[in-house]
């Protein structure tokens, strides 16, 4: 579509909204930002812009008369599709794209793809490094942090673009095609914006949606949905496994990553090599693995980068130790499944901090994973009495939960209660709307408050 003069409304005046209403006004279009949030100042939001032109900011209820002559609408990924106003711009057929199909089409190059409920940041975050150490014209961009739109029109046919997409993104996709794509695990997440696992796991499996046969999907061989998904998927699949290996395709044999295909068996890496600990961080390198080597990185490119990535900030981030007790930020565990893979990482007796905004999750595995290693279980947040419920009903003692009003106290109690040789582990379960903006800002304050005992 050309953009050029269009009037589009940008649902959303967030980073997202802020990144999108930005590239809209470098292509010539009439974009305005509209915001249900009346409290909102229409000059802050317009200060958030660079360059807002001729932008235009409605706040509160969205007026009938603005649909006149929309021709196109841009959402942000936290707005619900399911909205009043969203369904009356359904009924009037104005099209509506997400931030990903806006830059994507702005956009140009090759795209590598990945989705997943957990391990898309650090999957990301190294096929970025893998890509960005071989070819230097490589963009990472997407629900990592960096809008897309904010890349799109510097592009040229030798970009390659690394992408996390949530399935908030996957929503709105339209032409959106990646050359790779990757789904790396579905577990029970954001039931309360999608409101059924079927609908959820449907909004995944969108990320394959224009791939043909030339392209390439990576799919969790042990993920039972993804299994049964692969039959449906028109680009050629490659599964990877952590639990047995592979007659083809990319898999961890108790000492290391090996990937092999009709013709050979190729050593990546032993396991021992790399910085990244654990299990689930082992799956993460087989994906990246996967894709680059699926685009034409040489191995030994592929090999000397994932030696020499050390992680991400948020997730199972060792923080410092104070009195012979280690302090981890595991901000980005925001549903049980990636808070069972924080707990399992932990080698030493831990007090564990959890809890925050209640995205209708349920804790029952991730309480029992804790597998005898949780000392203390400190609550904050929406979702604490709900979480010690659930504890006690599965046998953890109920005099080592501990309720906290905020973040700031957590961390005073578990350095009060931690003896040398424990840690103390920030994996919340839970997302951290309501006490913070986001999770980075959430891991961002409890190193701040470790740093200060």
């Excluded at 991400?312 to 302090?327: C, F, L, M, P, Q």
Aim: hydrophobic share 40%.
């Amino acid at each position: 579509m050309n953009l050029q003069s269009k009037k589009v409304c940008v649902f959303g005046s967030g980073k997202s909204g802020i990144g999108a209403a930005e590239l809209l006004v470098k292509v010539g279009s009439c974009p305005v930002i509209y915001d249900g949030n009346d409290k909102l100042d229409p000059v802050e939001v317009l200060g958030k812009m660079k360059n807002p032109g001729a932008t235009k900011v409605i706040l509160g209820e969205f007026p009938e008369e603005e649909l006149e002559g929309l021709d196109l609408v841009v959402m942000s990924p936290g707005v619900p599709m399911d909205l009043p106003i969203v369904e009356r711009m359904k009924e009037k057929k104005i099209p509506i794209w997400g931030e990903i199909e806006l830059a994507y089409q702005m956009g140009k190059g090759m795209v590598l793809a990945i989705t997943g409920t957990n391990g898309k940041t650090t999957t990301t975050s190294l096929l970025g490094k893998i890509m960005q150490d071989y070819h230097a014209n490589t963009d990472i961009v997407g629900n990592i942090g960096n809008p897309y739109t904010d890349a799109a029109l510097a592009q040229t046919e030798d970009t390659i673009t690394v992408a996390e997409v949530s399935s908030f993104q996957l929503e709105t996709i339209d032409t959106f095609h990646p050359k790779a794509s990757a789904i790396t695990n579905i577990t029970e997440d954001h039931l309360n914006r999608h409101h059924t696992m079927e609908e959820y796991i449907r909004v995944k499996e969108l990320i394959t949606k224009n791939q043909t046969k030339e392209d390439v999907c990576v799919l969790n061989y042990e993920d039972e949905v993804l299994r049964a998904f692969a039959e449906q998927v028109t680009a050629k699949v490659i599964f990877f496994s952590s639990r047995r290996v592979l007659d083809q395709g990319i898999s961890f044999d108790g000492t290391g990553i090996i990937l092999k295909d009709e013709q050979e068996t190729i050593e990546v890496v032993k396991t021992a090599e790399l910085k990244l600990l654990g299990l689930h961080n082992f799956e993460n390198v087989m994906v990246a693995v996967a894709m680059a080597s699926s685009v034409g990185v040489p191995m030994d490119s592929i090999r000397r980068s994932i030696k020499a990535f050390a992680g991400v900030e948020h997730r199972i981030e060792y923080v410092e130790e104070k009195d012979g007790v280690a302090y981890y930020n595991d901000s980005k565990g925001t549903n049980p499944d990636a808070a069972i893979k924080g707990i399992q990482a932990m080698n030493r007796p831990t007090l564990l901090i959890g809890g925050g905004y209640d995205k209708e999750s349920t804790y029952e595995e991730w309480i029992e994973s804790f597998d005898g290693k949780v000392r203390f279980l400190v609550l904050t947040g929406q979702t604490r009495e709900k979480i010690a419920e659930t504890a006690i009903a599965c046998g953890f003692p109920k005099d080592h939960i501990i309720f906290c009003e905020d973040l700031k106290e957590a961390v005073s109690t578990c350095a009060s209660r931690a003896c040398s040789g424990d840690a103390v582990l920030l994996s919340p379960a839970c997302a951290s709307w309501g006490q913070f903006d986001n999770y980075e800002q959430r891991g961002d304050r409890f190193k701040e408050y470790v740093r200060a005992l």
